[in-house]
């Protein structure tokens, strides 16, 4: 058992750095579909645009301050994209969310085909800041470094975002408007406002995932459907609009990308779609499905 | 030249390949299996040629598309825009990425010219071979590697300046097992170049007497994150790897096999398109040292290749691919052929096609057809670093391979 541990070890660990990558990417994605009934399909372009940010900063060398600076632009970019999805998906509200959901693939196509005029169809390596760039050993296998600082990211950015959501007023806010609606206007407060306030909020954790991925995953065209397509499946195993089930999934999911295919390779093409089928099967609701009771 | 670039805009419009194509073909009034007269789109034999480029303008091959037409655009620019003594017009298509694109655009296209250039992926000459046949016309395959498009499923109307994907992993295979380098891991993308490349491998290097430590496929395409499989080759006890890997894979594995720290322990070789052309910029200090085998390099010492990479440059701001040299050659051997055949009809271009001889001013050096294949000299490269750009210096030439 100890030497099955040592041999896997970096595989668990890989799984649990991208576990934590996928669990920036997806929960806000869970948040927004799972509150605000907005399946935006724009995420993953979302992704991109962080990633070419972090690209277009980082390419002189990777210097903290670059590194930072692209954080900060991620930031702003997520804010001013999420109010600006939140406001074009507004008058599409009462309609199916399969208009919504066109409606934002149009736009991740738009997006993603101004991003091959601007950068090129090549693919690009990203740098990680200086200190973690290096690597450590771990059993006896090298180790990026960087991929151990993301697990740490991603379980801080988990606990904010759990403590916003459940503990702070704005997050009781958000739970009183998926909850009724109605009653939360009649309060005086505008639901519109607080629509635009979570896709800000998910478009934000998009652009972010894309900064803090670059030096995982580098960047080029076609990544956006990528990750938007392994988001979406995190989300279909964790259950909509919960924290802990995006958590939980992206980890689950990380494993099975990094421990699953490590321990079982000639089924590397199908274990991910496997374990999805599996949930849909026995839990169709996701593993942490959604409390809400119909309105 | 006004033409190929008013046709190669209408044909990147919305519309896209389909309406142009048949629009032209309307015109052309081209059919399924013309009698003799009907078998040019330019007719008689001292008309304009029209040539079908058929290169990937959208989708992942897209950087491959842009090399191999200015390599066909550099020669053509060099000899007054005249192949055979005749004036070219160009006919520009989009294979997009797969044959779901690649084949009805080349099926809209091939009643309007008189011959086709071009195509990158295998399945999508594997899918319009026949049609050639049918309609008795040239098909010059300007990169697809897989061998059975001059193997298997060969006829007599397509031909191949390129390579097939058994060529640089068979070399590699041999000049590993003569290094008595130990056992080797292979690694490759789970598709059929994949899996022609391990098996040319493996044939070779099993023959000369070397072990195979393992062999791993990863899905094609979809895989983001090397990581499980890097932990299977360290855990092989390889002492070496070989992989076969292009595009932005050839990014990912290069630079995570870098930053696993395998590197250092285990060297990498590949065929030479893990390090060939734009991929070389993405991945940065993690090539250097990387070995490969490849029928050309922008280093190699000939005078044919010093002027195509002084005037390549000077065209494009950037160094040659191996993509942009085989379409300079495409145009190259068409010549030789129009102007021994004096005529653009299928079978007449066939016969000089088999005659030429050898090509003796190419940039990769001189090569001739075998089994419509290219019997050709493989070079063994590695990635060095001078003054800040990464090219593929020629280490040594390890033979002529043809069909294999």
């Not at chain 1, 076609?222 to 979406?232: C, I, K, P, R, S």
């Not at chain 2, 070219?88 to 298509?93: I, P």
């Not at chain 2, 594995?253 to 390090?275: E, H």
């Not at chain 2, 490849?294 to 010093?306: C, F, G, I, P, V």
């Amino acid at each position: 058992m100890a030497d099955w541990f040592d041999a896997n070890l970096v595989s668990i660990l890989n799984g649990f750095a991208i576990g934590s990558l996928l669990f920036i990417l997806a929960v806000g994605l869970s948040i927004v579909f799972g509150m605000m009934d907005v399946l935006n399909l724009a995420h993953g372009a979302l992704y991109l645009v962080g990633a070419y940010l972090a690209y277009s900063l980082l390419d002189g060398g990777a210097t903290w301050g670059a590194f930072l600076g692209a954080l900060g632009l991620a930031v702003a970019f997520g804010l001013v994209a999420g109010g600006t999805l939140s406001v074009m998906t507004e008058p599409l509200a009462k309609r199916p969310i399969l208009d919504q959901a066109l409606l934002t693939l149009g736009i991740s196509l738009i997006v993603a085909e101004v991003l091959s005029i601007i950068y090129g169809n090549d693919v690009y390596r990203i740098g990680a800041p200086p200190g973690l760039d290096g690597s450590v050993s771990v059993a006896g296998n090298t180790y990026p470094l960087y991929r151990l600082v993301l697990i740490g990211i991603g379980l801080v950015l988990a606990v904010v975002v759990w403590l916003v959501m459940e503990r702070t007023s704005i997050g009781a806010l958000v739970r009183a408007a998926v909850a009724d609606r109605e009653m939360v206007s009649a309060m005086g407060i505008d639901n519109r406002k607080v629509k635009i306030g979570v896709l800000a909020f998910g478009s934000v954790l998009a652009t972010v995932a894309g900064v803090l991925g670059g030096p995982v995953y580098g960047v080029r065209p076609g990544l956006d459907e990528t990750v938007l397509l392994l988001a979406l499946i995190v989300v279909v195993i964790g259950g909509l609009g919960s924290i802990k089930g995006a958590l939980i999934g992206a980890m689950v999911i990380g494993q099975v990308d990094s421990l699953g295919r490590a321990l079982l390779p000639e089924l590397a093409s199908f274990i991910l779609f496997g374990a999805l089928a599996l949930v849909l099967v026995l839990r169709p609701q996701g593993l942490f499905g959604p409390k809400k009771v119909a309105a | 030249m006004a033409l190929p670039d008013l046709s190669r805009r209408q044909l990147l419009g919305a519309v896209g390949v389909g309406a142009g194509g048949l629009a032209l073909s309307a015109c052309g009034g081209g059919s399924l299996g013309g009698d003799d007269d009907d078998n040019g789109g330019g007719g008689g034999s001292d008309g304009p040629i029209r040539v079908g480029l058929v290169i990937p303008q959208a989708g992942v091959y897209t950087p491959l598309g842009v090399d191999m037409e200015a390599g066909w655009q550099l020669w053509l620019d060099q000899h007054d825009g005249q192949i055979g003594g005749r004036d070219v017009e160009t006919v520009t298509a989009d294979e997009g990425e797969g044959p779901d694109t690649g084949v009805p655009a080349i099926q809209q296209l091939i009643s309007d010219v008189d011959v086709v250039v071009g195509i990158v992926n295998s399945a999508t000459a594997l899918g319009v071979a026949e049609l050639f046949a049918e309609e008795q016309k040239v098909l010059l395959i300007g990169n697809a590697g897989a061998v059975a498009l001059t193997g298997d499923a060969s006829n007599e109307y397509v031909w191949r300046v390129s390579f097939n994907n058994a060529q640089n992993s068979y070399a590699m295979g041999e000049y590993l097992a003569g290094q008595d380098i130990g056992s080797v891991f292979i690694i490759c993308p789970d598709y059929a170049a994949g899996q022609e490349n391990i098996t040319a491998f493996t044939e070779a290097f099993e023959a000369g007497g070397g072990t195979i430590a393992g062999t791993a496929l990863t899905p094609f395409g979809t895989t983001q994150d090397f990581q499980p499989f890097l932990s299977q080759i360290q855990g092989s006890g390889a002492a070496a790897t070989f992989c076969f890997y292009s595009g932005g894979e050839a990014v990912t594995f290069v630079n995570q096999y870098d930053d696993f720290g395998l590197k250092a322990s285990i060297p990498l070789y590949g065929s030479g398109f893990l390090t060939e052309g734009s991929v070389l910029e993405g991945q940065g200090p993690s090539a250097v040292g990387i070995r490969t085998t490849m029928q050309y390099s922008t280093e190699l010492d000939n005078e044919a290749n010093a002027e195509f990479v002084q005037a390549y440059e000077e065209a494009n701001g950037s160094l040659p691919t191996v993509f942009a040299m085989s379409m300079f050659d495409a145009a190259n051997v068409l010549d030789r052929a129009v102007t021994e055949a004096g005529d653009v009809s299928g079978d007449a271009l066939v016969e000089a096609l088999g005659g030429l001889g050898a090509i003796d001013d190419s940039p990769r050096g001189s090569w001739e057809f075998e089994d419509q294949n290219p019997k050709q000299t493989i070079y063994l490269r590695e990635v060095v670093d001078e003054g800040g750009t990464l090219i593929n210096s020629v280490v040594e030439e390890l033979g002529e391979y043809g069909t294999i």
